[in-house]
């Protein structure tokens, strides 16, 4: 006989999303259950680079664009949740900047075009080809310029879908080792 249990929520999925999605939801007082067939994470979220970037272009929906623009500028300060709880660990998060090289007039453009395009403008400032070799020296020769993001960098996925379930786990979140084969509501 198996042993039925109840939760007011069911992730299906154990990386950095689901866990996330559960560290949120524990703020509610739910019983919440992580079901995911693999180890902690695998394989996606630790085999990510973990790269936070606002370059989104190629989504081309409006609606998810900005989805994530919100997103982007909402996860320092759950980073910053997390992180405080875990003071002694690193947990990887470098806002490093990037480089959107551009290698002709209309890279330049399409550029200019998406950024007008967007509600919530990220901080970019166009770099001079010169200026792009001060910071990064070793890009490609035949550049014009490039388009610098300050706010971007990365994380440490692994390091931090650590600490997120560790959160999850001490706020009452179970987790549960196994594949899906049907849900019944």
Known sequence: MVDKKTYDIAIIGGGIIGNSIAA??????????????N???LPASK?????????????GNKE?????????????????????LFEDIDLGFRKSGSIYLAFNEEDIKEKENEYNELKIKPRLSF?????????????AKNIIGGFHYPEEGYINNPKFLKAISSYCLANNTVFIESGVEEIAI
């Open 47 to 59: 085999a990510a680079a973990g790269l936070f970037q606002i370059q989104l272009s190629e989504l």
């Open 64 to 84: 998810l664009i900005d989805f994530c623009h919100e997103s982007f500028s909402y996860f320092p300060k759950f980073y910053k949740e997390i992180s405080d």
């Open 39 to 41: 180890n902690l994470g």
């Open 24 to 37: 949120h939801l524990a703020k509610e007082n739910l019983k919440i259950v992580i079901i995911d067939p």
């Open 127 to 139: 770099l001079k080809k010169e200026e792009v070799f001060n910071i990064e020296p070793y890009s």
